[in-house]
């Protein structure tokens, strides 16, 4: 799976974005995917992932209720759509994908996208 990430930018401290990831190469929608994001000089961190049918979720606790992930199997994107943004989310955010199983462990994931920079200003 080929994956490209797109939709960072600069924004400010409480504003919204939207991520998209789009997939080409297999079957999209054999594939659970998820959105991390690295911090300079931090390690990757789980952000959220979504089931091959999109029907279940899993946030990271520090974006609860802010962020939102969903996919179009249809169109072969995934997206995260990002309110109430906070400086402390300015992260390099990436989208990955792996085989039919859910995990929000990021050594689990097979493929990986280059990943868009978002940067929130307070």
């Known amino acids: 799976v080929q994956l490209q990430a797109s939709g960072g930018g600069l924004v400010q401290a409480r504003g919204s974005l939207r991520l998209s990831c789009a997939a080409s190469?297999?079957?999209?929608?054999?594939?659970?995917m998820g959105w991390f994001r690295q911090a300079p000089g931090k390690e990757r961190e789980f952000v959220a992932t979504?089931?091959?049918?999109?029907?279940?979720?899993y946030y990271a606790d520090s974006v609860k209720g802010r962020f939102t992930i969903s996919r179009d199997n249809a169109k072969n994107t995934l997206y995260l759509q990002m309110n109430g943004l906070k400086p402390e989310d300015t992260a390099v955010y990436l989208c990955?994908?792996?085989?039919?199983?859910?995990?929000?462990?990021?050594?689990?994931?097979?493929?990986w996208g280059q990943g868009t920079q978002v940067t929130v200003s307070s």
């Open positions: 990955a994908a792996r085989y039919k199983i859910v995990s929000i462990a990021t050594h689990e994931y097979e493929y």
């Open positions: 190469g297999r079957t999209f929608s054999n594939y659970a």
């Open positions: 979504i089931t091959w049918t999109g029907g279940t979720t």
